[in-house]
């Protein structure tokens, strides 16, 4: 699978990110997110993957008013599950979480992608 872009840095992202989606229209964010979480990241420890959606009023306009959503909503088509209580552990794997962060008024998705299995990546090694 090839992608490029956003795309690209979230699949190559090796340890927890944010990611910005300001100026992002809906069906730009819906391609990104599904190149970027349509299979399972190559990563052996869990990682916090985070896309600022909203801000504040003197932010807002920067961001698509179906940001959130767009997000949410692809990530349920690729089988992750909206977990409140999901933190940066590897049971966590294919959970989203919505938070508000009023210190910096900006409203985030926080992704906890699914991972290779140990097995997996053994197997593309050819080891075992």
Not at 16 to 33: C, M, P, R, V, Y
Not at 63 to 76: C, F, G, H, I, M
């Amino acid at each position: 699978m090839t992608v490029s872009g956003l795309a690209a840095s979230i699949r190559a992202a090796t340890e927890s990110e944010t990611f910005d989606l300001a100026g992002n229209a809906a069906s730009t964010i819906k391609t990104t997110i599904n190149d970027a979480f349509s299979s399972p990241l190559d990563i052996t420890e869990m990682i916090r993957i985070t896309f600022v959606t909203g801000a504040g009023k003197l932010g807002r306009s920067r961001y698509d008013e179906n940001a959130a959503k767009t997000v949410t909503s692809t990530l349920r088509e690729l089988g992750y599950e909206e977990d409140r209580g999901a933190s940066c552990v590897n049971e966590c794997g294919g959970s989203f979480k919505s938070q508000h962060d009023t210190g910096k008024n900006l409203k985030t998705i926080v992704v906890f992608p699914m991972m290779k299995s140990i097995e997996e990546g053994m197997g593309n090694m050819n080891i075992g």
